[in-house]
């Protein structure tokens, strides 16, 4: 999966909002994303990627997953009422910053054996 937008749309509920593996630059944006049995969105293996403007709320686990990821983006989005916020494992070279991640039952963010990134203006 290469060069792919996500773009402008609703997405309610499902068992993930967006899915995806073994993703190049996707764009994610301006997504309203809700009561996701699972997660709002999951990205396995994306590599220079961007995750922006979107509202994700109600997600039974997690509003969005990274997993082995590098290169991602992840600005300007409203996570709320989720069990987690963002949970990140072994991703690389994350931008995280002016996200609003409120009102979830466990962990606003988990970021497990990230390297290099920047997390910056979120309100928490």
Same mark, same amino acid.
């Given at each position: ?5 996500? $773009? ?8 993930? %909002?967006?899915? &995806? ?14 009561? *996701?049995?699972?997660? %709002?969105? !999951?990205?396995?293996? *994306? *590599? &220079?990627?961007?995750?922006? @403007?979107? /509202?994700? /709320?109600?997600?039974? =686990?997690? *509003?969005?997953?990274? !997993? #082995?990821?590098?290169?991602?983006? !992840? ?9 987690? @916020? ?6 690389? !070279?994350?931008?995280? $910053? ?7 039952? #466990?962990?606003?963010? /988990? ?5 290099? %990134?920047?997390? =910056? @203006?979120?309100?928490?």
């Amino acid at each position: 999966l290469t060069d792919v937008t996500v $773009e402008n749309n609703t997405l309610m509920d499902s068992i993930w %909002g967006v899915w &995806s593996n073994n993703a190049t630059s996707l764009v994610v944006s301006n997504n309203i994303i809700s009561n *996701a049995s699972i997660t %709002g969105i !999951f990205l396995k293996d *994306a *590599a &220079s990627s961007s995750i922006s @403007g979107n /509202q994700i /709320q109600d997600c039974v =686990r997690s *509003a969005v997953v990274l !997993f #082995h990821s590098s290169n991602v983006t !992840f600005t300007a989005n409203t996570l709320v009422d989720n069990k987690w @916020g963002i949970y990140s494992k072994n991703s690389t !070279f994350l931008v995280v $910053e002016k996200n609003t991640i409120s009102c979830n039952s #466990h962990i606003g963010m /988990q970021l497990w054996n990230m390297f290099s %990134g920047d997390i =910056r @203006g979120n309100i928490v």
